[in-house]
Structures are given as C-alpha cells and as structure tokens.
C-alpha cells in the first residue's frame, strides 16, 4: 500500500520564478493538505483540497495556489518566488469524513530558492 | 487562533534517562491532539494520538501522552529513553471534524547520547 508520495525531493530556483509541487495521497484517501516547514520551526498550514476544491486556507499570501485532481493528486504552485519561500514543502493526505484518523505524510519537497 | 506551544526546543538526555516533552494547546473547541516523530531525514511519523476516552494514551516505541483537559496540555512521556529516540518531536492539534488541518508546534529536538 503506498504512501504519500511527493516529488520533486530538491528543487533549487531563484527570486521571481515559479515552481509546482506534486502530491499522490495514501492509497483511498481523498484529502490532500500542504505544509509549509521553514528551518528550526514546524510545520505551517498552506491550504486543503477535498473534491478538486480548495476548503481551506491558512494565513499564506496568494502567490500560493493549488489544484486536486480527480485521482485525488494535487498540485502545489508558488508564483514570484521569495528567498522566505525557502523551505521543506509538506504533503499530507486523509479522509474527510473520517475526522478521527490522522493524517499521512509524505517525505516533503525541500525548495532552496537563491 | 489556535496554536501549540512545544516549551522545550532541545533537550539532551543520556540513554535510559526518563523523558517528558511538554506541550499546551490554544483551541476553541474539541480537539484531537498528535504527537509526531521526524527522524534525520525521514518523514513524520505519528507517534501517538488522543481523540476521546481514556486521556492516557499509549503510543509506539514505548512512548505515552498525557491529556489533561484543564491545563490543555498534552505532555509526552518515555520512561527510558534509547539512543535511537534521537529525532525531532512535533506536538499538534486539530478540530475534531477535520482530520487535515493540523496546527503543530515548533518541534523539540531531542539528543540521546549512548
């Protein structure tokens, strides 16, 4: 049964470019949720996409967007990048309707921009 | 907001010296409470999880948490810590209707030297 899976593992880019992050949830799943893990911190709450709709947003500027799939994968995006955008990229994934199992994660994106 | 609060941000500790990692929750409402293991270079991994009943809860590895509704704390425990528990500790807290959102703390960082 796979896991999270998430690609790429590195990504190095410089200030203004874009970059797309991908995502395949554990097997059955239908949640996909980003984090975001700047160095010496946890992880922070980008955004969640439940059926191809993003439901919830944390405190992350625009610049951040995201897309699910109908195969439940999804996508990351992060336009106009910022050497604060340096970071590991954490996807988790779950089901939505059952709030008492906790999340997968997977082995994360780490995103060096310079 | 919520938010968790880790106190501890690096602990060092010889093998078979007893361990507690504390942590306090800010949540308006019922929360489901996770404590999560990130060893060097792998992906997080959930160690032990309290959603209802016996607030004492026991996890893999030996470890156990602690719920205790009043203090909004949920501290973790080992009674004899190994070389090998050497990793980063994330405490982390959701909603109980929604499994993807989780608010973590800044992680402690815990040494076991042999």
């Known amino acids: 049964d796979a896991g999270v899976t998430q690609s790429p593992t590195h990504l190095i880019k410089t200030r203004g470019q874009q970059v797309t992050l991908r995502c395949s949830p554990k097997?059955?799943?239908?949640?996909v949720s980003w984090y975001q893990q700047a160095l010496g911190q946890g992880p922070q709450f980008i955004f969640q996409?439940?059926?191809?709709?993003?439901?919830q947003r944390g405190n992350f500027p625009d610049r951040f967007s995201g897309h699910q799939f109908p195969n439940y994968s999804s996508e990351l995006n992060v336009n106009a990048l910022l050497l604060g955008d340096s970071a590991l990229y954490l996807c988790?994934?779950?089901?939505?309707?059952?709030?008492?199992?906790?999340?997968?994660f997977g082995d994360g994106t780490r995103l060096s921009i310079l | 907001a919520q938010s968790v609060s880790q106190h501890n941000h690096h602990v060092i500790l010889s093998e078979a010296a007893s361990l507690e990692l504390g942590c306090n929750y800010s949540?308006?409402?019922?929360?489901?409470l996770f404590w999560y293991v990130q060893y060097p270079g792998q992906h997080l991994q959930l160690l032990l999880k309290?959603?209802?009943?016996?607030?004492l809860v026991k996890g893999i590895k030996g470890f156990e948490a602690e719920f205790i509704k009043s203090k909004f704390s949920f501290n973790l425990r080992k009674p004899s810590v190994q070389w090998s528990d050497t990793a980063e500790y994330f405490c982390?807290?959701?909603?109980?209707?929604?499994?993807?959102?989780?608010?973590f703390g800044d992680g402690t960082t815990l040494t076991v030297k042999p």
């Open positions: 988790a994934s779950s089901f939505q309707d059952r709030a008492n199992q906790p999340q997968h």
């Open positions: 097997s059955g799943h239908d949640t």
């Open positions: 996409y439940y059926e191809e709709e993003e439901r």
């Open positions: 949540y308006g409402g019922t929360v489901n």
């Open positions: 309290y959603f209802s009943g016996d607030p």
């Open positions: 982390a807290v959701t909603g109980s209707t929604n499994a993807g959102k989780s608010t």
